[in-house]
């Protein structure tokens, strides 16, 4: 799970959540109103994560508006993280749902939605790379 605190923990702390407590298994991430967990632990099996596999598929976070989906997605992708239905992107929930569907090189897939609905176009732009540092 040490390895996730650099992609996934990154891409929750650009949504706006601040790490918490760290220990060796793990790290909490504090949002508004909520927070989440990544942790490995004794009884984790010692097997890749399988998104596919019964139970939890993947987290979807309000990212608010499109260019809080649009430079996240961006981000993550200078991480690492693939795009996952690129070619339906950014509507590949449907006409109505303005979102990014990522997969870190862990297997774990996060969901990043703009709260405004909507099938007026896509609201992309990409930052600033000079004020994008992975490694930070």
């Known amino acids: 799970m040490v ?3 650099g992609t996934l923990g990154r891409l929750f702390e650009e949504l706006g959540y601040t790490a918490g407590v760290c220990w060796k298994g793990g790290t909490s991430y504090v949002g508004a109103h909520d927070y989440i967990v990544l942790e490995s632990g004794p009884d984790v099996l010692d097997e890749p994560h399988r998104r596919k596999a019964p139970g939890v ?6 990212a ?4 809080r989906v649009d430079a ?3 981000q993550a ?3 690492g993280f693939v795009l996952l239905f690129a070619e339906a992107h950014p ?3 449907g006409p109505a749902r303005y979102a990014s569907y ?3 090189p862990a297997g774990f897939e996060i969901e990043l939605v703009s709260d405004i609905a909507g099938t007026d176009g896509p609201d992309i732009a ?3 790379a000079a004020s994008f540092n992975p490694a930070s």
Do not use: I, K, V
Request: with cysteine; net charge negative; aromatic share 8%.
């Open 77 to 79: 992708q200078c991480s």
């Open 72 to 74: 996240p997605t961006w």
């Open 3 to 5: 390895a996730s605190r």
């Open 126 to 128: 990409e930052p600033d």
């Open 102 to 104: 990522l997969e870190d």
């Open 57 to 62: 598929n993947h987290p979807a976070c309000s």
């Open 64 to 67: 608010g508006s499109r260019r």
């Open 91 to 93: 509507y590949a929930g």
